[in-house]
């Protein structure tokens, strides 16, 4: 049989993205409640941030004009707190003022109290000489009336969570929950807790993978149905499919994508909808099927932890933000230093476990093996390494953080 070709990683996702229409429908919620949601529509400001001039300091509001010289003695004729509005400023006075209140008009400088002391009765001291507009924050420094201040498409952090609160939202329209059915294939799979160790039988091993996808999805904010382990029979594949299938947006397999005889996967498939496998061009990480069932979207992971847990991280976990409506999905890398040799080239491009060494630059993994989990609990990202790419300790090299990968 005729190897298919490889495909480049970037054409794949690139072919994965163009299937990926966002979700129709969206959810009202609370902006308390909003975090790892995407927004489904703009977020406009009906108001300036800050809405009125206010002092950026703790101390005294005044007109630049009565300070002319340091040691200028000026009575205090008002308090102005925090969430109160003084009257306007009498030439030849100053305004005790704290940090965050109204400017009173007329006034033009804050001085800090630093500056400043307090002479009796009910004067100040001014020790220094202001400049116009000297620790006053404009009214809309920060957010301008009519502003759009978050983007549909823009996927909600704590930050975002504080912006949207700022200009008085307290709902978001965002984008609604995936819907993902997610199941693993091989009679060799057993749950933890089904079986202590010391009864495994032979070729069994613990299913790690549903742990680490399971975790990935919710963080992503989908909503994930466990379909559980499903026998490596044929009948059994076809029905997990054609019951996931009828309530969820994407049906997420891990191992069985492969040709063997007892990879169901392709087949089952075929008979419901349609599949293509592919042969990614990349290390970890080589078999990738992707189709559909009914009006379900359906990926293949392979069965290789590492491998699972990268495919994941570079096609699947683009593919759900493009279906929330976010545009920019592809991760940031930046140039590191390599403190490791590499010097073997590979005809696939190759995503290293690595960690930041704390006197800088990045460690290696000691076994690079798609069966070693060890490596992506050990790391905190990855090299990512090009086709035909040899490395010396010393040269740069380009890092992807895991936290740009599984969040």
């Not at 200028?72 to 030849?92: F, N």
């Not at 009214?139 to 201040?149: C, N």
């Not at 609990?377 to 040899?390: K, L």
């Amino acid at each position: 049989m005729k190897k298919s070709p490889l495909k480049p990683l970037d054409d794949a996702l690139a072919e994965l993205l163009a299937h990926a229409a966002p979700l129709a429908g969206t959810d009202t919620v609370a902006t308390f409640d909003a975090d790892g949601r995407v927004l489904a529509q703009d977020c406009v400001s009906a108001l300036h941030v800050p809405p009125q001039d206010n002092s950026s300091m703790d101390g005294y509001a005044v007109r630049c004009a009565d300070v002319a010289a340091p040691g200028t003695v000026l009575p205090v004729s008002q308090r102005i707190a925090a969430g109160s509005a003084g009257e306007p400023l009498a030439a030849g006075t100053a305004a005790r003022i704290f940090t965050g209140a109204p400017v009173p008009q007329g006034a033009d400088a804050i001085l800090m109290q630093e500056d400043c002391e307090p002479v009796e009765p009910a004067s100040v001291r001014l020790n220094a000489v202001p400049q116009p507009g000297q620790w006053i924050r404009r009214a809309g420094e920060d957010i301008t009336r009519g502003a759009v201040v978050l983007a549909a498409g823009t996927r909600l952090s704590p930050a975002e969570l504080g912006l949207a609160a700022s200009i008085g939202l307290h709902q978001l329209s965002v984008a609604r929950r995936p819907r993902v059915a997610l199941f693993s294939t091989g009679d060799e799979l057993v749950m933890p807790g089904d079986v202590p160790p010391e009864q495994m039988r032979p070729g069994a091993i613990y299913n790690s993978n549903r742990f680490f996808l399971r975790a990935m999805l919710l963080r992503l904010g989908c909503e994930v149905t466990d379909f559980g382990i499903v026998p490596d029979r044929r009948d059994a594949t076809v029905a997990a499919l054609r019951d996931a299938s009828s309530a969820h947006d994407l049906i997420l397999t891990s191992g069985g994508v492969s040709v063997g005889e007892e990879d169901h996967i392709k087949p089952a498939v075929e008979s419901l909808g349609r599949l293509d496998l592919w042969q990614i061009a990349m290390k970890p990480g080589k078999p990738f099927a992707y189709g559909t069932v009914g009006n379900a979207h359906f990926m293949g992971l392979p069965g290789n932890p590492v491998s699972s847990f990268l495919t994941f991280a570079l096609l699947v976990r683009p593919f759900l933000l493009r279906l929330q409506g976010v545009q920019e999905v592809a991760p940031k890398s930046i140039a590191a230093t390599a403190r490791f040799d590499w010097p073997k080239a590979d005809k696939r491009r190759e995503f290293l476990r690595v960690r930041r060494h704390p006197e800088g630059g990045l460690e290696l993994f000691n076994n690079q093996s798609s069966g070693v989990l060890t490596s992506a609990a050990w790391g905190d990202g990855v090299v990512d390494n090009p086709v035909g790419q040899t490395i010396a300790a010393g040269d740069t090299v380009q890092y992807i953080a895991f936290s740009d990968l599984i969040s």
